[in-house]
C-alpha cells in the first residue's frame, strides 16, 4: 500500500486546513501522525475500517475531524482552529488491522509527509 498525503500549507493562527491521505490499495486502520521540530512523532488522529471508531489526542480534540471515504480510498484530516502548536510534518499511516490504535510501529505503511506552518 502505497500513501500519497497532502493539503499541507502556511496558514494564520484560527484558520483552517483539510488535509488528505489517498492510499494505492485497501489501507484498514489510517493515523494521522505529526511530527513537530525536536519532537518525537505523535498522533493525532486514528480512524478504522470503514470508520465507525476513531480516536484523538487530548491536545485537537474538539478541533480536528478524521474521517474516510470507502470509495475512493482516502482518510481526510479536517484541522480546524489551528495553533501555533500544531505547526509540524503531518504523516498518514496505515495498517493492515482495521482496529485504532495510537501506537507508530503497528502501522506499516506510512506516506511521505506534508508540511503545515501556522503563524501567530
Known amino acids: 500500500v502505497q500513501l500519497q498525503a497532502s493539503g499541507g500549507g502556511l496558514v494564520q493562527a484560527g484558520d483552517s486546513l483539510r488535509l488528505s491521505c489517498v492510499a494505492s490499495g485497501r489501507a484498514y486502520g489510517v493515523g494521522w501522525f505529526r511530527q513537530a521540530p525536536g519532537k518525537e512523532r505523535e498522533l493525532v488522529a486514528a480512524i478504522d475500517w470503514p470508520g465507525r471508531r476513531t480516536a484523538y489526542s487530548d491536545s485537537v480534540k474538539g478541533r480536528f475531524t478524521i474521517s474516510r471515504d470507502v470509495a475512493k480510498n482516502t482518510v481526510y484530516l479536517q484541522m480546524d482552529s489551528l495553533k501555533t502548536e500544531d505547526t509540524g510534518v503531518y504523516y498518514c499511516?496505515?495498517?493492515?488491522?482495521?482496529?485504532?490504535?495510537?501506537?507508530?510501529?503497528?502501522?506499516?505503511?506510512w506516506g511521505q509527509g506534508t508540511l503545515v506552518t501556522v503563524s501567530s
Open positions: 499511516a496505515a495498517r493492515r488491522v482495521s482496529s485504532v490504535t495510537s501506537s507508530a510501529p503497528l502501522y506499516e505503511y
